[in-house]
């Protein structure tokens, strides 16, 4: 009788750790208290999205004299909605290339790659000076500015980010959020750079310092991918194997049948 109560508390403490474990793997940013407010406040600089070539941006020029500024703002034809409904001219978007330039009105080819929002302001508001005799004021804003999550997720897709500005946590929550089977302290960012080079960013979303991190917050079409731990690995495999060795089964039990009843012609 104690050998087998001495034996039941093992497998009791055994499973105990194991959730525990478990549960541990599960947390994101583990061990974070109120003590690190202070110091993120001061470390983390506020995040300003760069523009990269195959951009596409809409760029508003305005003034007190509208028809000063017209040449600068081009539109395109609206769509026709019905028989005899149409929509109102849209802003022509602009497609930064390869160069990481974009051919503009009159300044022709202007290199904005690598510059924020404000910066590519600013600098168009610099060369049309020439051209103006107030300074306009120039707005710059991503069209497609989109990120994609695949893998252990809820929802896995692409979304379109209005603000241009999202953090891999945020990216996660869009995505109706890891599933239990996601590994929390391996996840992948595919980014890739102005020059068109491929990069493959190992995030540790258990790490308490992940919000200090330069990938904290994703880039304009990075790719978030959230790998299966062994356990989902490990099912999909017995589920496999299981699905096999029953068609086989079944194959098997068919072969018989039929020549039972051809034996018993």
Known sequence: MKKWLYLFSVTILMLWLAGCTASKNVAYIQGAGEEDVDEYVQSTPLYDARILPKDLLTITISATDPEAVKPFNLTVPGMRTGLTTTSQP???PYLVDNSGQINFPELGM??????TKREAELKITDLLGKYLKEPPVVTVSFVNYKISVLG??????????????????????MAGDMTIWGRRDNVKIIREDAQGNQRVILMDLNDRNIIYSPYYYLQQNDVVYVEPNKTKARNSEIGSATGIWLSATSVMISVATLLVNVLRK
């Open 152 to 173: 252990e997720v809820a929802r896995p897709n692409t979304f379109t980010i209005s603000n241009e500005k999202v953090n891999i946590l945020e990216a996660l929550a």
């Open 110 to 115: 202007i290199t904005l790659s690598g510059l």
């Open 90 to 92: 849209q802003l022509q």
